[in-house]
């Protein structure tokens, strides 16, 4: 049989503590080649930088923590100042009027501004309404007076051929012979009309050419220039 050897257990743990410690040694040479590179990698100012970006950090948060403090020293004083002021009776009785109500009051404004100008617009319209009238209704009384001393000799009629009728009819002072009565009469009554047109329209503005036309109407009743008033003289 051949000879079973024996297992040296000291020279056992020797050898693995040495294998560790080598291991332990390599790794630790790596970890510190790899440093090296990524310090050479950054450079001198990429840490310059790093340094400054963590300064800034420490500084910000310590003004952060600085501004809470403030913040909540002054939110316990207001609550000490609150607690010790004393109800103001008189305050709470007036109103502070807000931006709304201004707002309101200045359209109010603008709507009472607004109706007293319609109001003097329509006080201005009728008051030239009523002067047109009156001077109609004064005109239309002139025009209309009776005239006494010749009332009788005025042959009343309503148009011109009325009038030419009524011409020929007159017992007291005939007309003289004349072959068309009409034709002058009418003549006599257009050139009247056409030189009165300008003059009413002139003094009575607004009116309708019928009105216009009544108008003349009667004053070619009334006038020198009139046939008919002429047989009466």
């Known amino acids: 049989m051949p000879k079973k050897l024996s297992t040296n257990t000291k020279a056992e743990a020797a050898r693995a503590r040495k294998t560790a410690t080598e291991s332990e040694k390599k790794d630790k040479a790596a970890r510190e080649k790899e440093e090296q590179f990524w310090k050479e990698a950054e ?22 923590k600085k501004a809470e403090k403030k913040r909540l020293e002054e939110l316990e004083q207001a609550e000490l100042e609150k607690a010790a002021r004393k109800p103001d009776k008189k305050a709470n ?12 009051e200045a359209e109010l404004e603008k709507r009472r501004e607004e109706e007293r100008l319609r109001l003097l617009r329509n006080a201005e319209e009728a008051k030239k309404r009523e002067k047109r009238m009156a001077d109609e209704e004064e005109y239309e009384r002139i025009v209309l007076v009776s005239n006494t001393n010749r009332e009788e000799d005025v042959i009343e ?3 011109v051929e009325d009038a030419i009728a009524r011409m020929a009819v007159v017992a007291e002072s005939p007309l003289p012979a004349d072959r068309h009565p009409e034709r002058r009469l009418k003549a006599t009554f257009k050139a009247f009309e056409e030189a009165e047109l300008p003059k009413l329209k002139e ?12 108008m003349i109407w009667k004053l070619w009743k009334k006038s020198p220039d009139n046939p008919l008033n002429q047989v009466a003289e």
Do not use: C, F, M, W
């Open 157 to 159: 009629a309503r148009s």
């Open 43 to 64: 450079g001198p100012k990429s840490r310059a930088a790093k340094k400054r970006d963590e300064e800034a950090e420490k500084k910000a948060e310590a003004a952060a």
């Open 93 to 104: 009785r007036v109103s502070i009027p807000s931006s709304s109500s201004k707002v309101t």
């Open 203 to 214: 003094e009575k503005p607004g009116l309708t050419l019928t009105q216009y036309k009544d």
